[in-house]
């Protein structure tokens, strides 16, 4: 299966809005918020396709040194073969371009298979939201550091040692 993740753009608006209603029901995102993501440069967009069939997508807003999750939706049929975790890589690769630190997300108490994906991923879970998507409904939200500081090696640092002493 060769599955390809690349930018999404207004063409995909219409599949991916559809993926949206078929994943999230009455819960999902406005078309116009999608659309908005789609052309906000501060985002990060993703689709995943099969053979040019789009089959996933991951959608998020950055803002200074962070990024919200808002969505990530993979077909039914192309569940559980690994796209969802190639959408969340390559968002994760994505927001260290783009300098961010630390990705936040929520989801839904009941929603087993995005919390195992992202405790899988290495979120953590920070807290619990009461009613978030309304009564009785809870979110977890959940954050993960991507930036882990500068890799100084070690022969630089000696360098540095060496040229602070001979002054
Ligand atoms: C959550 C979702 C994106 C996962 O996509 P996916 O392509 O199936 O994910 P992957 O195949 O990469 O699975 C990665 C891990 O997630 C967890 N997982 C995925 N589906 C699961 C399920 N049905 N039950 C339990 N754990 C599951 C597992 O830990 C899995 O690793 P494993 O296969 O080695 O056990 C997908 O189920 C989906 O689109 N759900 C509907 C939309 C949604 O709820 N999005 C989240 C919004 S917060």
Redesign the pocket.
């Known amino acids: 299966m060769n599955i390809s993740i690349q930018p999404a753009s207004n063409e995909d608006l219409d599949e991916i809005y559809r993926l949206e209603l078929e994943?999230f029901g009455e819960d999902a995102y406005p078309r116009f918020l999608l659309k908005y993501l789609l052309d906000n440069r501060d985002s990060i967009f993703l689709k995943a396709s099969i053979d040019n069939l789009l089959v996933?997508f991951i959608a998020g807003l950055c803002s200074g040194d962070s990024c919200t999750l808002y969505?990530?939706?993979?077909k039914k049929e192309?569940?559980?073969?690994?796209?969802?975790?190639m959408l969340l890589e390559a968002f994760e690769k994505r927001a260290l371009e783009k300098n961010v630190k630390k990705i936040i997300?929520q989801?839904e108490v009941s929603?087993?298979?995005?919390i195992?994906?992202y405790l899988?991923k290495g979120y953590k879970i920070t807290r619990r939201i009461r009613n978030y998507y309304g009564l009785g409904r809870d979110a977890y939200e959940a954050c993960k550091t991507i930036w882990v500081g500068e890799n100084i090696s070690k022969s630089s640092i000696i360098f540095y040692r060496d040229d602070f002493e001979d002054r």
């Open positions: 994943c996933g969505t990530i939706d993979v192309f569940r559980r073969r690994g796209v969802g975790s997300l989801v929603n087993t298979p995005a195992n994906l899988k």
